[in-house]
């Protein structure tokens, strides 16, 4: 069950925060430049630095949603990072997820995680039904785990019960992006990236345990 009171104090720091804008764009610029770097992944040193990597990850969500202003480029990005996972294409693909197309459906914390995972157990080959099928049972472990952390798995939802206390649907008009803005929604909301990315990082770490 979420704990809201919890989440909201999250929230409050996040308004708070002073975020360091020039480090974020230059780490940024460089993914942007040269790509996601290519990784080996070592099984002992994850496993050994799974906390401090869940953290890392966790907070670089919040901070590429706060740079880019969008949630699902935020949650998949961090994560694609730090497991050196597809490519700059795929974040440019996630532009018009946030809220599911704006439309108020799906948070993009889900579907930025899905598409983490989707990268780390799929497969190239259309016919891989295995990968494919362990694609599915990765989400399978992903979706009740943030519904279960956030309340819900629906933008709107998450809105008025953890963030702002209402949905204040911003891509409504412009009217409702300036409402938005101005209620520190671009930092409060990376609240959903963070908690999203940490949880497909965590579903791909135990698949190593």
Request: glycine share 10%.
């Amino acid at each position: 069950m979420a704990d809201y009171e919890a989440l909201k104090t999250r929230v409050q720091e996040l308004a708070e925060r002073v975020w360091d804008v020039p480090a974020i764009e230059a780490r940024f610029k460089k993914l942007a430049a040269e790509g996601i770097p290519r990784k080996t992944l070592d099984r002992n040193e994850i496993l050994a630095n799974k906390q401090e990597i869940l953290d890392r990850v966790q907070r670089r969500a919040e901070e590429y949603n706060f740079l880019g202003r969008n949630c699902p480029k935020g949650t998949a990005l961090s994560v694609m990072e730090e497991l050196g996972l597809g490519n700059m294409e795929i974040i440019k693909a996630l532009s018009p997820f946030p809220g599911f197309g704006g439309t108020g459906w799906m948070c993009g914390g889900v579907t930025g995680g899905l598409i983490a995972l989707g990268l780390y157990f799929g497969s190239d080959d259309m016919l891989d039904h295995e990968h494919n099928g362990a694609t599915i049972m990765a989400a399978r472990k992903f979706m009740p785990r943030f519904e279960e952390e956030l309340g819900s798995v629906l933008c709107p939802k998450i809105q008025e019960d953890v963030i702002f206390g209402r949905y204040m649907d911003p891509a409504a008009s412009e009217e409702n992006m300036e409402a938005f803005a101005k209620a520190k929604g671009f930092e409060k909301c990376g609240l959903v990236p963070g908690i999203g990315a940490r949880l497909a990082t965590e579903i791909i770490i135990e698949s190593l345990e």
